[in-house]
């Protein structure tokens, strides 16, 4: 029997050394014994385990040994879920060989935004979570939502459009999720278009699917993940508390510098005032006044000074010459005697007789002739 698939639950699963893995596929009416060649195992992309749900595709043959028929296996995927997962894993692997994970094209998220766009369902716990946490942490900010559908086989396109419509809106920054549920329920955000959309968009986008331990496709591509839509609404949009406690805290930064500025410029001018008082015209001119009538007062100091030595030394001339004048000789009973012209006569040699002569003493003058002259015997 060829190309048969039959599905079962994996028990006595065993990796041999060889490389060969051998194991029991059940269900409820019965049990077969499989073999995965190692030259097979290329395309088995999980790891074997008990309890699995499977789907084996391959040939029943007889083991001539035993003489039972087994399952000789060529391919093996996980049945439903598990179906799913290695879904996820194919394309998971097959995004990241491309780089559409690669960190050089996360693009930044705006620390302050005023359009906030939301890509999600429009009823349900996640997009009033996303409008709650937003009024709160910033009214300001602008909620534009795209009612998509997140569920469904309608779902990737709504998702799709939804993306592209806000990308055209030039919102700040875009969450695109939906609340929690199975896996099957989340499928839409794990698939090819959505992760291509995300990934193309000029705008940066916060995916925020499901619950914190939910993970997808588009949690890989895009350029911030959050664990759930309340926290992506958190990572979106910064809290205008912490806002206005920065412009609090700048004010009074400002204020302090301010302050200390004005005082400063305040002392400078008061410098600058002394400055000028001193250095005017005004000040100068009062100053050289000053200082003018500082000399003269020295000066008058100084000639009063002179005067009073030259008084004080001419009275001891007048003294000395009181002692040399003829007159205080007249006063002290000796005679002054000249001729018709003043001249003092001090010899014998200076007169004739009857020449007039005139004789001074101490209360007048005697006019006289001369009678005749006796020369001196010792002379």
């Not at 700048?250 to 008082?277: A, D, G, H, T, W």
């Not at 002569?357 to 002379?379: F, M, P, Q, T």
Request: glycine share 6%.
């Amino acid at each position: 029997m060829q190309a048969l698939f039959v599905k079962g639950e994996v028990s006595n699963c065993k990796y041999h050394s060889s490389g060969h893995i051998y194991f029991t596929l059940k269900d409820p009416k019965g049990t077969i014994n499989c073999v995965m060649f190692a030259g097979n195992r290329s395309g088995l992309i999980f790891r074997l385990s008990e309890g699995q749900q499977v789907i084996v595709g391959g040939t029943v043959d007889v083991y001539e040994r035993d003489g039972k028929y087994q399952l000789y296996a060529k391919q093996i995927v996980l049945d439903g879920a598990g179906l799913l997962y290695e879904k996820f894993e194919l394309l998971k692997r097959e995004l990241e060989e491309l780089g559409m994970f690669a960190q050089e094209y996360k693009q930044p998220i705006p620390k302050y935004v005023r359009t906030l766009g939301v890509v999600t369902a429009d009823t349900g716990a996640a997009v009033r979570d996303i409008i709650q946490i937003t009024q709160r942490r910033n009214p300001y900010v602008q909620i534009i939502l795209y009612p998509a559908i997140v569920q469904g086989e309608a779902a990737v396109e709504s998702i799709v459009k939804g993306i592209r419509a806000l990308e055209r809106q030039a919102v700040d920054v875009m969450i695109v999720g939906r609340g929690g549920g199975s896996i099957e329920d989340l499928w839409a955000f794990n698939e090819r278009e959505v992760a291509q959309a995300v990934f193309d968009c000029s705008v940066p986008i916060i995916s925020a699917v499901g619950h914190e331990t939910d993970t997808t496709i588009i949690d890989y591509v895009s350029d911030l993940r959050a664990p759930t839509p309340s926290a992506a609404a958190e990572l979106a949009v910064t809290d205008i508390r912490e806002i206005l406690g920065q412009m609090e805290a700048f004010r009074e930064n400002l204020n302090r510098f301010m302050n200390r500025r004005v005082q400063s410029i305040r002392e400078q001018m008061k410098q600058y005032e002394m400055q000028l008082r001193y250095l005017s015209p005004t000040s100068r001119i009062r100053e050289r006044k000053q200082y003018s009538m500082q000399l003269e007062e020295k000066l008058q100091e100084r000639m009063r000074t002179i005067l009073r030595d030259k008084r004080q030394e001419l009275a001891l001339y007048i003294e000395k010459m009181k002692g040399l004048s003829p007159l205080e000789k007249l006063n002290s009973g000796f005679a002054y005697v000249e001729d018709e012209q003043g001249n003092n006569i001090r010899s014998i040699q200076q007169v004739e007789p009857e020449q007039n002569i005139r004789v001074k003493v101490r209360d007048g003058a005697i006019c006289a002739k001369v009678a005749y002259k006796e020369r001196n015997l010792s002379s």
